[in-house]
């Protein structure tokens, strides 16, 4: 099946993938590399073998991947786990972990489902020029968004954003977007969206702060429409998370039925009714695609203005559908932030 284009005032050509969780941990090979549960509790997507020592080498040339595409797509992807608090079923009591401390339970993705696809990786292109996107360099790594974010350190929400999908949000039309987890009510589901920056400066896979060698493209008005700016001049192919989390019961705040008191577990503020939490929102991506996987993307969805679904290559090809990762999950420590 041949990709249909994009539509008027939407993505300006894309290739959006699906995968299932690989596994979790509190590990972070980007902030805290050969360092053993020094992070909060993160949801791994890519590479099944991701640990604190992974680097290029490991990634690139071991491990199967739970995305599609598999050995094409080594890549690892990760976001801090989203927490909801746990009540006891009957009495919609809240329960207390081993600690005395009040229970926090994982709220899974939507993902890894082939026959209903809800894909949350997307490539994409951020600026007008498209044939002057570059293939991401392999190896580089990049953070999008603010682990630090909170109550009077809201983030932009053109960079990281949450809102229910009963909002119908999209840039074009109906910007309604939140800088926090708004309260959802079931049957709905809670959506966020990180957008990774899509410019670089032509020479570092990383940076001391895993920001500064890459920036957002800009557009001040001139005849060239969106372009990256001087400091990153290399326009490379845009990186973006898209995630759904069902509102049910066995997650819900069983009073409001609703997303009320979900937390991030790298919000490192106290959630309540009045501050909601999920102003961390960030996420982290490490490229171990094979070049030439990455450069089909390009070429024939990005760069022909296509908007490929499912891991439709547009070429005759189809990346292989997703595999399942482990189902096991370790114990909530500190909300989710960790050792």
Known sequence: MQPAAITDNSWRGILRINCDLSHSGYNDPIVYPGQRDAAHLHRF??????????????????????????????????VPALLAPSYEPTSDERLLDNNGEPAWKIVPAVVGNDDEAHEIFYYSAGVDDLASIQPIPLGLKMIAGNHMGMPGMEQDTSIVRWHCQSWESNDATNPRWSSSIPECLAPDRLRMDIFFPSCWNGTDLDSYDHKSHLAYPVNNGGPNGTVCPASHPVPIIRVSFHYAYGVKPEVYDPQSRSSRGWRFASDMYDVSSSTPGGMSLHGDWFNAWHPEALQAILDGCIRQRLDCHDGNLANGYRLTGTRAGSQTEPPIVNKGLGY
Do not use: I, P
């Open 45 to 78: 997507y890519g590479n099944t073998l991701l640990d604190e020592h992974s680097n290029l080498t490991s990634l690139f040339t071991t491990g199967e991947s739970s995305c599609q595409g598999d050995e094409l797509n080594r890549s690892a992807y990760w």
